[in-house]
């Protein structure tokens, strides 16, 4: 596909767009392409949006979204869907509760870097029901002071946004990378930092894809439900939203 041609990513410009106005590029069973869309093609540890694209005639549901060879997103379709000609104007809807439960996650484990200065993550993934993030960590401290120092940061309400500087910058500065598993995607020439807290003392900056709340009180109450060894150093750290505990 011309590159000119890739899906616009909405969820860049306003990770709270539920829904968007597009036309069809590309459409198969593997997927479909849009000239835009809010939906989160799956990397970095949070999953592909799902969701529907209706047009005149038909709807489909959206399974997944993944990236396409080219970069573009690809809306894969729920088994046996019909599927939109190229060509037809539609309308793609996330399944917005689930997303917006992904942006919660994804930046408490933002918080748990913050929580923890100095620390490395090694991997990570985020869902919907249950999230996780692994540490370097040879003596980590309880799950208790964890979830009590999570909660103390989202109760203060830190804001967050995000600014983009180049590729040579970010090689000046590799302390910004807090992941050892997950590098940041290079090869557009700039690189997008997420910030909690004030631009002239965040609490966390660093390289970030995916979506994210607007503040951190957005959140809401969160629990670390286990701890566990994945190795000397590796502690595994798993996070549910508060209501999903029991």
Known sequence: MDEMMQTQALFREDAYAEGNAAIVLESSEAGVVLDRSVFYPRAGGQPGDTGSIAWEGGEMPVADTVKGPDGSALHVPGPGAAIPPVGA????????????????????????????????ATGNQIGAEKSRLDFDLPEPPTKEWVTERLNALIAADHPIGERWITEAELDANPGLVRTLSVQPPRGAGQVRLVRIGAEEAPIDLQPCGGTHVRRTGEIG??????????????????????????
């Open 89 to 120: 104007k539609v309308t793609a809807r996330l399944d917005w509760n689930r997303r917006h439960r992904h942006m919660r996650m994804h930046t408490t484990l933002h918080l748990l870097c913050a929580a923890m200065p100095g620390i490395y």
């Open 221 to 246: 109450r969160v629990e670390v439900v286990k701890m566990e060894s994945k190795g000397k150093q590796n502690r595994r750290i798993h996070i549910v939203l508060a209501e999903d505990a029991t």
